[in-house]
């Protein structure tokens, strides 16, 4: 069995997506590269700031609240006054923070890096992401191997193409491996 690796890169971190309300629906908040941090008596807030790709509001997702600055390193609460891209990306790739701040998760941009795949022989292909996403297999899948979404089904129904760990290849989402078996 040949072994074949791609790779996704994401051109971005994914948009937080949640109800702005002068939009007045749910839009998509990017990222902003920026972190607010706010003194109150001894405790510090720290937020990433997000803006509606819409209209500009923004939103402040929690990173800390009403925490004590001794318990942060000074070279990590320098990076959040200095915001520092590291960091910035550290959280804005936090799929779990984003959803513990009432938002969801929404598409990132992204790339397909990988080889030319030979498919005369059985494959077994390994998907890499560096977070989960909500990225659907299924359309990694027909990106990757160039299906029609009815060839892509059959090719499902006949087992052609199965996830070596029973996942529902329909259905789910990118893990940061999903390993999957490709037969002719
Ligand atoms: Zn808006």
New binding site residues.
């Given amino acids: 069995m040949q072994i074949v690796n791609v790779d996704i890169q994401y051109l971005s971190p994914p948009p937080a997506i949640k109800y702005?309300k002068?939009?007045g629906k749910k839009?998509e908040y990017v990222c902003s590269g920026l972190f607010r941090v706010n003194a109150q008596r001894k405790y510090l807030d720290i937020w990433l700031i997000y803006k509606?790709s819409?209209?500009d509001?923004t939103w402040n997702m929690t990173i800390y609240s009403r925490i004590n600055p001794k318990s942060i390193a000074s070279e990590i609460l320098e990076g959040f006054h200095s915001n520092n891209g590291e960091l910035v990306e550290k959280y804005a790739m936090d799929t779990e923070l984003i959803q513990k701040n009432g938002a969801e998760v929404g598409l990132p941009k992204y790339k397909i890096r990988g080889p030319a795949i030979d498919f005369s022989m059985p494959i077994e292909l390994h998907i890499k992401s560096p977070y989960p996403s909500r990225l659907k297999v299924s359309a990694l899948l027909r990106e990757i191997l160039n299906l029609s979404q009815k060839a892509f089904e059959q090719r499902i129904t006949n087992e052609s193409i199965r996830s070596a760990s029973g996942l529902d290849l329909k259905k789910c989402r990118i893990q940061t491996e999903v390993v999957l078996i490709i037969e002719n």
């Fill in positions: 702005c002068k939009c839009t509606c819409n209209c509001s």
